[in-house]
């Protein structure tokens, strides 16, 4: 995955994420729905961390940077 792709995802997570929130204070009418809504939110959030932590990886960079150890 290229580092283009992964910002993609993140925006969309994001944007997601937010919608979720949103519904989650205000469209939320019985506790097992917010129970839910929460549970998404938790583990859209960790898919971004996830992809954070993918783009900090020294191998990552790397690959998109290029290798500076010389031979």
Same mark, same amino acid.
């Given at each position: 995955m290229d580092i283009d792709t992964i910002s993609l995802i993140q925006r969309r997570l994001k944007k997601r994420i937010d919608q979720l929130k949103d519904q989650a204070f205000y469209g939320v009418d019985t506790m097992e729905k917010l129970q839910?809504?929460?549970g998404q939110i938790r583990s859209l959030e960790d898919l971004q961390q996830d992809l954070k932590d993918l783009l900090?990886?020294? +191998?990552? +960079?790397?690959?998109?940077?290029?290798?500076?150890e010389e031979d």
């Open positions: 839910y809504a929460r900090s990886t020294t +191998e990552y +960079e790397d690959e998109v940077h290029g290798s500076t």
